[in-house]
């Protein structure tokens, strides 16, 4: 089964400061694609960062970058000089490079930036 | 600004009415999704399409029916509402050019069945 879990429901971080949301996942393919997407409240959902499971180079936009480790398989995310607007649910996901174009979510992490 | 787009963005509705949940993009993609997800969880795939005429149930088994007569349209179709339908309904959909296509997400429907 392709499962992807996320082990942190609820996290806080002060304004300006870095934090790591955690995603590990499972599956016996070899191609496939990470994603990371951001659902501010009562906002519509928007990707934040992807990642190739064929590269060995961390994917990096902007404040926010992913430490993948295919062996461990696992893909963690980087907010670094946090902000408000980065309150939000954020969701792991990945998808098989089999022709089927299924993405699997995790149950998210609400991320709360505080002032 | 939303490529796109859902409505109702909230619905309230008796039991037993039949409701449809429209969704439209206008970004030309050829695959689109309808996920399930209920407040602070993860989503669950519900019905997919990859292009006109073609339609699949996902993972999560669903009563909803759904059709894709033209590219840009993928309505919802709840024949007989009830109060276990009650969630928010995600409407998406990716390109076919690429594997590592994202998904881009309209703004929800927030369906309440009393």
């Known amino acids: 089964a392709q499962t992807v879990t996320q082990s942190q429901p609820e996290m806080s971080v002060q304004e300006a400061e870095t934090v790591t949301l955690s995603c590990t996942y499972d599956?016996?393919?070899?191609?496939?694609?990470l994603f990371w997407y951001k659902q501010p409240p009562s906002r519509q959902m928007i990707l934040v960062i992807r990642?190739?499971?064929?590269?060995?180079q961390n994917a990096t936009e902007n404040r926010f970058s992913v430490n993948f480790q295919k062996a461990a398989k696992s893909f963690s995310l980087k907010i670094s000089d946090s902000q408000l607007g980065d309150t939000a649910m954020y969701f792991c996901?990945?998808?098989?490079?089999?022709?089927?174009?299924?993405?699997?979510f995790g149950t998210g992490t609400r991320l709360k930036v505080l002032a | 600004e939303a490529d796109i787009y859902q409505t109702p963005r909230y619905l309230v509705i008796g039991t037993g009415k039949k409701i449809t949940l429209e969704c439209s993009q206008t970004?030309?993609?050829?695959?689109m999704y309808w996920y399930q997800q209920d407040p602070g969880m993860e989503l669950h795939l519900i019905h997919y399409?990859?292009?006109?005429?073609?339609?699949e149930k996902g993972d999560l088994s669903s009563e909803s029916t759904v059709s894709r007569i033209r590219t840009e349209h993928f309505p919802l179709t709840l024949e007989s509402a009830r109060p276990s339908h009650t969630s928010q309904y995600l409407c998406?959909?990716?390109?076919?050019?690429?594997?590592?296509?994202?998904?881009?997400f309209g703004n929800g429907t927030r369906l309440t069945v009393t």
């Open positions: 998406a959909s990716s390109e076919s050019s690429s594997y590592n296509s994202p998904l881009h």
């Open positions: 599956t016996s393919e070899n191609n496939y694609y």
């Open positions: 990642q190739e499971a064929y590269k060995q």
């Open positions: 996901a990945f998808m098989i490079h089999s022709g089927t174009y299924k993405y699997i």
């Open positions: 970004m030309g993609h050829d695959k």
């Open positions: 399409s990859y292009g006109v005429n073609s339609t």
